[in-house]
Structures are given as C-alpha cells and as structure tokens.
C-alpha cells in the first residue's frame, strides 16, 4: 500500500506583486498581516488565532473562511469567543481568489487541532510565506520543522514564532514544501506507483 499524497498548483498560488497591492488596497491593509484559512469551526485553532493577536497588536491578523451554518454547527460558546476577538482580528468569510490572500499577507498561521493533510500549508508555500502551525502527527513525515516552517504547542510559542516569522520576511519565492508536493511531482509519484504493479 502507498499513500498518496495531497499537491498544490504551485501558478495558482505564486507569490504575485500585483496581487499583493491590490489585496492589501481592498482589505485596507497597513500593517504585516498573518492569514489563517480554514472554516470558522472551532477544530481549526481560533481560540489559538486570537490569542496569537492579543500578543501582537502591533500585527494585523486575517481568517479567510466560511463559518458553517448554524443550523449545522451551534455553539454559544463559539458565539461568544468570536464576539469577543482582538481588534486586529478581522474574519473575511469566504474568498474566492484566496490565492490573492495569500500574495498580500506576510505570515501564514495554521493552529488547527487536528488535520488530515494541511493543504494550506502546501498553499503558503507556494506564495513564499513564512509558515507557523500546531505540530501534529500528520505532519511527520513530510513537513520539515525548520525548513518548512515553525512548529508550535502552546499559545506563547506561537507568538514567538510568528514574531521571528514577520521579522524574517524577505523576497517571496516558492518554498521547498511546494516545490515537493507541486502536481507534477505529485503525479510522477503516482505513476511511478502505478508501474510498480505487475
């Protein structure tokens, strides 16, 4: 048995300049911005996101996602936690050229609690950004702590980590993870699977 591993187009996700200015004009912003994408659930680390931005007001931080519908997910917890967010904290919904997010924004943050790839991960590293996650089983294996990006456990690591992240940007070119998982590579790997059966 092989498994075979989720891509990315890496084109679609190219860090652009065009892109950038005109992502960062419409969202209005001023500051270095970290993005998280994902569905507004908490699974995906909000409560995490949020206190990454109460330890950095200085920063602007960005949830690109759609929050499912109350009819299928109700929490007056959750209500309550996403009232009460940060004001550097601004939630965009859905976007639908997210690769543009990705273009205008400095840091890409994904605390989730639980994956079953990180997909978004493979995103940002195609648009060149600094990437900052949970550490979880998933990830080993395949994402390379340090190469890749910076691995966290608790809220004050992720701080310092997106801290040292926005102060190391630099020109913006394809990661390594992209350049691993980009479709072409992914399809090789496939069919080379594929050839392996008599």
């Not at 960062?24 to 995490?48: S, Y």
Request: charged letters at 25%; hydrophobic letters at 45%.
């Amino acid at each position: 048995m092989r498994v075979a591993s989720g891509a990315v187009d890496v084109e679609r996700f190219r860090f652009r300049e065009k892109a950038r200015a005109a992502f960062r004009e419409e969202f209005e912003l001023q500051r270095p911005t970290v993005l998280a994408v994902g569905q507004l659930i908490p699974r995906k680390g909000v409560a995490t996101f949020f206190e990454a931005a109460r330890a950095l007001p200085e920063v602007q931080f960005l949830w690109a996602g759609p929050r499912p519908s109350r009819l299928i997910f109700y929490s007056p917890r959750f209500d309550r936690l996403l009232r009460s967010r940060p004001e550097n904290v601004r939630l965009t919904g859905f976007l639908p050229g997210i690769e543009y997010a990705y273009s205008g924004c400095d840091a890409s943050f994904h605390p989730a609690h639980a994956e079953t790839l990180g997909l978004v991960l493979l995103e940002a590293s195609a648009a060149g950004l600094p990437i900052v996650a949970r550490r979880l089983p998933v990830y080993g294996g395949w994402f390379e702590e340090g190469e890749d990006g910076l691995l966290g456990d608790v809220d004050e690591e992720f701080a310092r980590h997106l801290r040292r992240a926005l102060a190391a940007r630099g020109p913006r070119a394809v990661g390594s993870l992209a350049q691993r998982y980009d479709f072409p590579r992914a399809a090789e790997l496939l069919l080379a699977s594929y050839r392996e059966v008599p």
